[in-house]
């Protein structure tokens, strides 16, 4: 339970922190016989501030119990 809770909240730090994440995709564009053309797209994903709230909240309310438990 300690490793959840600790995953969970360097992910809601992260998302805290950063607020977007970024990707590249390739695209095929163009492929006639042995020509391939492709161009690299660069994508955006916003994280949600509830989600990294809740992550947050979540992993420290695991951290505590499970420090209880021991």
Do not use: C, Q, W
Request: net charge positive.
């Amino acid at each position: 339970m300690k490793i959840v809770a600790i995953i969970l909240l360097a992910f809601g730090l992260i998302g805290i922190t950063m607020g977007t994440i970024s990707f590249t995709t390739k695209e095929k564009v163009l492929d006639i016989g042995p020509l391939d053309v492709t161009r690299e797209k660069t994508h955006y994903s916003n994280i949600p501030l509830i989600a990294s709230i809740t992550a947050l909240v979540v992993g420290g309310v695991l951290l505590a119990t499970s420090a209880k438990r021991s």
